[in-house]
């Protein structure tokens, strides 16, 4: 196995599994997860990086959810992307904090934002000295959840990415949309403060 669930950032969700479910829930909905995680592992095995690291996580444990307690694993991931999000937020406002860490963002955010986009499909990227905008129409992570049967699952990425991008110093970032919410496009705006 390439990679292991336990050691992807999605294994933080096993406290919020224990609250709502109870311990020993929570150790069968992770062992669920788990299985499912290698069984993806096995029937892709020429799968990418972010395929392992983002959505095999993301829809094995979507799934042993849903499995567990039907209609709820959308409420349940989704809140545990918000939370992750802000706590990667925090991090991110740390290290932004550093003298001249967002000037030289800015100075480099065409660099930034074609390393952002790559394996994306984009549309009316703006990037100057003051801004970045772009439409996210096609969506790598989402297009591989889809293909798993399970999109649904990966609007846990979108709740944590909503948040932390607003972690960075130097950055007014806001986002309405999102492919895997169904939109037309995930509008990624930010501007420099």
């Known amino acids: 196995m390439k990679n292991d669930i336990n050691k992807t950032i999605f294994k933080r969700i096993k406290k919020d599994l224990a609250v709502r479910y109870g311990a020993e829930n929570e150790a069968r909905i992770w062992t669920c997860a788990q299985e499912e995680y290698m069984r993806l592992e ?9 395929s392992r690291s983002f959505v095999f996580p993301a829809v094995s444990i979507y799934r042993a959810i849903e499995n567990y307690a039907p209609g709820e694993a959308l409420e349940v991931t989704r809140a545990f ?4 999000g802000l706590w990667l937020k ?3 406002r740390r290290f932004t904090a550093l003298p ?3 000037t030289l963002m800015w100075k480099n955010m065409d660099k930034i934002a074609a390393k952002m986009s790559t394996g ?14 772009m439409d996210v129409t096609g969506c790598p992570l989402y297009d591989k959840a889809k293909e798993l ?4 699952a990966i ?25 895997a919410e169904g939109d037309d496009c995930c509008d990624y705006r930010m501007t420099r403060v």
Request: one cysteine or more; charged letters at 30%; a positive charge.
């Open 155 to 179: 609007q846990m990425i979108c709740c944590m990415d909503k948040e932390y991008m607003n972690g960075f110093r130097g950055i007014n970032y806001k986002r309405t949309k999102s492919v």
């Open 90 to 92: 925090k991090l991110f």
């Open 81 to 84: 992307g918000t939370k992750t």
């Open 120 to 133: 994306y499909e984009i549309k009316n990227l703006q990037v100057n000295e003051n801004k970045c905008f």
């Open 149 to 152: 049967g399970t999109p649904e």
């Open 42 to 50: 096995r029937v892709k095995p020429n799968a990418d990086k972010e």
């Open 100 to 102: 001249g860490i967002p």
